[in-house]
């Protein structure tokens, strides 16, 4: 079975603070994905990566980075965290195939 | 850019009846996939049903069916005999061909609460 772990179900984090979001996946998969979700915005995809030290912005970007040092790792980063960040974080992984396959998810709150 | 639209905030349905879940969708591309996810309540995302956009057959996975209208770029879902355990929130969500590179990404529509009525 496909294993994507995300490093914390709850997060609670305060404003201005540096907050990084651990993902793992463990079938050595090339693409990796970190998605916001919010209700009735669905899920909205924020950086995603196709291979190591690669990276592609999403429709979110703003006020977040990543980072991919080695393939089965991306990181979500969020230099200085503000209440408007304040969702479910959602990483997920990818071979070169069809089926993109999740992690539980980290709600972060930013107080 | 693609767009995924679902119409349907919330839904419900008796047990053991058939539901549908509509979606549809906006893209230039000819060659993509697309899927029907489910998340219960506080629990992980899962794949429930996915159709190739060049397979004019539709899916299906035991209750699960889709109706694929590619001209009209439309992909509903439809869930027969609904069970408790169906409830959950459903999205549909689309990806195009090839799965590398830049292109990559999956879309999501904002998806569809399903409630599930003794």
């Known amino acids: 079975d496909v294993k994507v772990t995300q490093s914390s179900r709850y997060l609670v984090k305060r404003t201005g603070e540096k907050v990084f979001l651990e993902c793992v996946q463990d079938?050595?998969?090339?693409?990796m994905f970190w998605y916001r979700q919010d209700p009735g915005l669905g899920l909205r995809l924020i950086y995603f990566?196709?291979?190591?030290?690669?990276?592609e912005k999403g429709d979110i970007p703003e006020g977040y980075s990543v980072s991919r040092e080695k393939k089965e790792r991306f990181s979500l980063i969020l230099e200085s965290a503000s209440t408007n960040q304040t969702s479910m974080y959602l990483c997920?992984?990818?071979?070169?195939?069809?089926?993109?396959?999740f992690g539980p998810g980290t709600r972060l709150t930013v107080t | 850019a693609q767009t995924v639209t679902q119409s349907q905030p919330e839904m419900s349905v008796q047990e053991a009846e058939t539901v549908t879940l509509s979606c549809t969708y906006d893209?230039?591309?000819?060659?993509?996939?697309l899927f029907w996810y489910k998340q219960p309540p506080s629990r992980q995302m899962i794949l429930v049903i996915r159709?190739?956009?060049?397979?004019?057959q539709n899916a299906t996975e035991n209750r699960f069916s889709v109706n694929f209208q590619k001209a009209a770029k439309s992909f509903s879902l439809k869930i027969s005999d609904s069970q408790l355990g169906d409830a959950a929130m459903y999205f549909c969500?689309?990806?195009?061909?090839?799965?590398?590179?830049?292109?990559?990404?999956?879309?999501f529509g904002t998806g569809t609460q399903l409630k599930v009525e003794l």
């Open positions: 969500a689309y990806r195009i061909v090839p799965f590398t590179g830049g292109g990559n990404k999956l879309t």
């Open positions: 893209t230039s591309e000819s060659d993509y996939y």
């Open positions: 990566s196709y291979d190591v030290k690669m990276k």
């Open positions: 997920a992984s990818s071979r070169r195939h069809p089926g993109v396959y």
């Open positions: 159709q190739e956009a060049y397979k004019q």
């Open positions: 079938m050595d998969h090339e693409n």
